[in-house]
């Protein structure tokens, strides 16, 4: 239904101009292409004030990002979270990985029990079902 994408755009000499962050609602959108038309979902709600949402959620956003260091962030993104005890794919040095998602650590990052403990900290994560 939705993702975010962050960047990191450097100068001419490598140096970080900053960091741009986006998030991206599908809430339209019927049909997808093949290669992700089992993954993406839409909220398809016609009816939906998009202003609304966008206002809605920036008051969130801006909400907890006065609240980083706050324990209850972690605990509330675990409370929510629809990957803790499913099992999830991901890629890792060119690998496809599958395994369970157990914890999200202190710091945010998915921890992932495969052939080993996996510690994610960005990337790409799909759930192996739609359970």
């Keep these: 239904i939705s993702g ?33 038309k089992h993954t993406a979902g839409s909220l398809n709600c016609p ?4 202003n609304l949402l966008t206002a809605r959620l920036t008051e969130r956003l801006i909400w907890w990002a006065d609240r980083l260091h706050d324990p209850a962030l972690i605990a509330a993104y675990k409370e929510h979270s629809f990957l803790l005890g499913k099992e999830v794919s991901f890629e890792q040095n060119g690998q496809s990985i599958t395994g369970t998602a157990v ?5 945010g990052n998915l921890i992932v029990e495969a052939d080993r ?3 994610l900290s960005s990337g790409e994560v799909s759930l192996r079902s739609w359970e």
Excluded: H, M, W
């Excluded at 490598?14 to 991206?24: K, M, P, R, S, V």
């Excluded at 009816?47 to 998009?50: A, F, G, P, Q, T």
């Excluded at 914890?103 to 710091?107: G, L, R, V, Y």
């Design 4 to 36: 975010i994408l962050c960047e990191a755009p450097r100068d001419s000499k490598g140096q970080l101009l900053g960091i741009i962050t986006g998030i991206g609602i599908n809430i339209y959108t019927k049909s997808f292409p093949d290669d992700i």
């Design 47 to 50: 009816d939906l004030d998009k």
């Design 103 to 107: 914890d999200i650590n202190d710091e």
């Design 117 to 119: 403990t996996y510690v």
